[in-house]
């Protein structure tokens, strides 16, 4: 393969091309890179193409400025479906407040007015708008080897980025709330062809639309990246592009096309990109682990020490060891019913502390044997901080933060596979990866795929803890959510909640404003799911129905 020299190493080009503006412009926020910009000059072309990767772990994206600490980019939607899932508790109950995300756990105060809903949605238009503006400037039927890379790399991010609005914002059907009225109904195409005009009253995208969209774009982006091996994994390559296709494909519930997909995806990954599954001793590094990119990596996104900010970035979120950011006060907690369904010979148990310490385990640490010892129960150390450093957030807070792993094309192409080819044969393929990979005495047997698949969702949930990754397809199979049980370490009553297929809060609303500036949105938004369920839920039930 030929590989694309210079795009994808001069990240301190993103400033120049970072996004600002108002919301009522065509996007929820314009660009200080137009499009005439771009197309006059070619390093301007190559600086938004950097732009575009580095601005996924820019802090205050959305804002600009320190508004909320929840506006992180990219990481920010890893971590709400984290807490949407129901995966994650903070581990001081006196010190809940800290945790901003907790919201979207306990479905409370997540209307159209709140920044739970305007991070989400603007985060994800303004990447489509910089993948707009690249496209936009790009004839791929003109266009040399270099320029229509770089378009297939803007149309890798605006797919996945319309992949992941469709997760959020398109309904599905519960006891909750009522969605009838937008049933089927994704988000409004913003494109790099739409006028301003058009946006002042652009309709919500039916389903099976958006998905013909989202592949379309997939299907541009594999052939202009056929030829090409990126430099880094900063940007999409091919074997992301169907994994993407392979996410695409799960979430429509095409399984063999999802497996067929994921295999290729991970042929390419392990034969042209040498990716291999976590070892478990890049699993459990002290000083790395899930800080530091590693060949399973096929997609990742990187802190630049010198642009950003100690609350406002993953590690200071996500690794309890830090001592700079929210995570040392929260102190994040796997769900306890999650650490339980892990063997003791799974490394991943690993990533959690538990309640009997170094009596349990030897646990690497950065941090000294009576800060261990004084942790929470269940606190969470899958996440560290780089080098080992928890005092300085611009060195252990200088992290990578993985976007697609080789790990979770393993996963889908074991449920597309037992549900299009049946169990035996997704059974075998899961029971491989988890021997392989993660727990030498795994050994799963099932014969009913909706067991199945809840036993591949539930490694989902354990091995993207806090990657978020698994969300989709809990939307997808409705799993019931038990977050109320006896032993839970579910920190207060908020918490406790039991719900019956899904929480109302797995379809978030659409801000105010964006419904308030296009007239085709008005009686359109989603339902509140604001209180629809309030904790606790009795103990083996399910929260009332509305």
């Not at 210079?6 to 301190?12: E, P, R």
């Amino acid at each position: 393969m030929k590989k694309i020299n210079k795009v994808y190493s001069a990240l301190a080009l993103t400033a120049a091309f970072a996004l600002t503006g108002c919301i009522d412009e065509t996007f929820p926020e314009s660009s200080t890179a137009t499009a005439e910009m771009i197309s006059e000059s070619p390093s301007a072309l190559e600086g938004s193409v950097n732009g575009i990767a580095s601005q996924m772990a820019q802090g205050y994206l959305v804002y600009g400025e320190q508004v909320t600490e929840i506006d992180m980019a990219l990481p920010a939607t890893m971590i709400i479906q984290t807490e949407l899932l129901g995966d994650m508790y903070p581990g001081i109950p006196d010190n809940v407040g800290y945790d901003w995300y907790r919201r979207y756990n306990t479905v409370q105060n997540i209307d159209e007015t709140t920044d739970f809903s305007y991070i989400p949605w603007f985060t994800l238009f303004k990447f489509v708008k910089s993948a707009n503006d690249v496209i936009s400037v790009v004839d791929l039927e003109t266009a040399g080897p270099v320029q229509k890379a770089y378009a297939g790399l803007a149309y890798a991010c605006r797919a996945y980025e319309y992949y992941l609005l469709t997760v959020f914002y398109e309904p599905v059907e519960n006891i909750y709330t009522d969605v009838s009225a937008v049933k089927g109904l994704t988000v409004p195409f913003v494109l790099d062809t739409t006028p301003a005009e058009q946006a002042k009253n652009n309709p919500r995208v039916p389903h099976d639309e958006m998905i013909a969209f989202i592949l379309s774009d997939l299907d541009k982006a594999e052939q202009c990246l056929a030829d090409y091996e990126p430099e880094s994994r900063l940007v999409p390559s091919l074997a992301v592009v169907y994994g993407l296709k392979a996410k695409v494909y799960l979430l429509d519930g095409k399984y063999a096309e999802a497996a067929t997909y994921a295999a290729k995806a991970i042929e390419e990954a392990t034969t042209n990109m040498e990716a291999k599954p976590m070892t478990a001793s890049e699993l459990q590094d002290e000083k790395s682990a899930f800080s530091k990119a590693v060949s399973s990596w096929l997609w990742y996104v990187h802190y630049d020490a010198e642009n950003m900010g100690n609350l406002c970035n993953y590690v200071g979120w996500m690794s309890c060891e830090a001592d700079w950011g929210y995570a040392s006060l929260t102190q994040p907690c796997i769900d306890k019913s999650l650490y339980d369904h892990m063997s003791e010979s799974d490394y991943r148990k690993a990533w959690f502390l538990n309640p009997k310490k170094y009596e349990y385990y030897n646990y690497k640490s950065c941090r000294d044997k009576s800060w261990v010892e004084s942790a929470p129960d269940y606190a969470a150390i899958k996440f560290r901080c780089l080098n080992g450093d928890y005092e300085t957030y611009s060195i252990g807070g200088a992290s990578d933060v993985p976007v697609m792993r080789l790990e979770e094309l393993y996963l889908i192409q074991a449920e597309a596979v037992g549900a299009s080819q049946g169990v035996d044969a997704g059974v075998t393929l899961l029971n491989n990866f988890m021997k392989s990979y993660r727990d030498p005495s795994y050994n799963y047997t099932a014969t009913d795929l909706r067991a199945f698949q809840l036993e591949v969702l539930t490694q989902m949930r354990i091995e993207s803890w806090g990657e978020g990754w698994a969300f989709p397809s809990a939307k997808r199979l409705q799993p019931d959510v038990i977050q109320n049980y006896e032993g839970t370490n579910a920190p207060t009553d908020d918490f406790k909640i039991n719900c019956k297929g899904i929480k109302p809060s797995w379809t978030l609303v659409i801000p105010q404003t964006e419904v308030q500036s296009n007239t085709a949105l008005q009686g359109k938004n989603n339902p509140n799911p604001t209180q629809a369920v309030v904790g606790p839920t009795p103990i083996g039930t399910f929260a009332p129905a509305k």
